[in-house]
């Protein structure tokens, strides 16, 4: 019996590291759903960029109040979370504050945390502020509503309930190592924390020990259940941020890619040698037709698939974004929202028909993803300029445009008019190529 306490702990952290693994096992198959990429040019600018926008934040700060906050709340749960590792050894071994043993610093790294801890509550609290009583637009645009509202709010409870445990925990042991109470040795120091030993005035040694045990498996089982909860919510960029910057595009904004097929095939009609008549060379058995863009996600590649999941759903490419300004349906934010959902939908078809997909009648394109949000984009890369993640909607929006006009032939009447009038007369307007050049004799 002496050992149920541990042997309890041993399977909490067993069953929350567990579930953790079979999530990100999914999240990867599903990544890995998309078409391959080499992302991997440049390492040394990919680092750079990983440490200064995943690391350092550099891009929320670009809006100082929400960015500086959001460092409160980053740099504190990373750093509190340093105090895991003891919690972890001292639940396994039954021991309690091991680190202690570092005396003075001790005392700082804990009042450090203290301080951070109540940085995040003051930084929550004004998140949730912003997002319930001033109700910012971006937070109550017409794309972030049921599910993705609550879920914003879960996350903020969440981190305050975490954030209150610690403290609780730190008072109780604190106030019982005033008392002199056995196994709570001097160790640490409670800046915050210590204002709450006027609550246990007058309990019982044994009720305050009872309160610091309840927090202490609160706090653990509260992380556990937080982390696990990151792969249903928006804050899974917790943990993608990093991979997200690293594969980013360093390719200048505006530059698209070519497809590798048509690129061919316009080589080969510039080509005076080629016969224009020759057949083109049967498929290989089992061979997929090329497919020009993408009508759903399994068209898309794999860094897109992981910058849906990767989404803040801040909202900020969807407040710079000109054509949700003036009114149109396009919100970069809900193109990556959508990509997403229909990502976590195959995922669970797989998953139904064991390991294989089976065609569901559905796809982005259309069933999430309208034709109308798409041809109102006007290709600015306000949307990509502005994530604070490197998230590139824009691709996207461009490789669904690419299967709507070469697969569908399904470009709006005024973009297939200039289309027509380039191919017929070498420009956009319509008028013979003899009179292109008339404009210079009217200067």
Known sequence: MAYIDNILFV???????????????KLVRNINLGRDINRTDDPGERWANMAMIALGQSKMVKRPVSGILHIIVYVGFVLINIELLEIIIDGIFGTHRLFSFMGG???????????????????????????????MWRFVHSDLKGWPKSDANIILYFETVLMLLFLTMNGADGYLQSQG???????????VSGFLSSLFEGMSINTVIIIERAAWWLHIIGIMAFMNYLYFSKHLHILLAFPNTWFANLKPKGKFENLESVTNEVKLMMDPNADPFAAAPPAAEGEVPAKFGASDVQDLNWVQLMNAYTCTECGRCTSVCPANQTGKKLSPRKIMMDTRDRLEEVGRNIDKN????????????????????????????G????CPVNIDPLSIIMDMRRYLVMEQSAAPMELNGMMTNIENNGAPWQYSQMDRLNWKDEA
């Not at 909490?12 to 693994?21: D, E, K």
């Not at 259309?366 to 949000?373: K, V």
Request: glycine fraction near 8%.
């Open 105 to 135: 610093f001790y005392n700082f790294l804990i009042g450090f945390f203290e301080i951070l801890a109540f940085g995040v509550i003051f930084s929550v609290t004004v998140f949730w502020i912003r997002r319930n009583v001033i109700k």
């Open 11 to 25: 399977i909490v952290l067993a069953l929350g590291f567990g579930y953790f693994a079979f999530n990100v096992k």
């Open 354 to 381: 064991k390991g294989t997909f089976v065609d569901d009648g559905k796809m982005l394109l259309n069933d999430y993803i309208t034709p109308e949000e798409l041809w109102a984009c006007t290709t600015c890369n």
């Open 383 to 386: 949307c990509v300029d502005a």
């Open 181 to 191: 109470a056995e196994h709570y040795a001097q160790a640490g120091s409670f800046p």
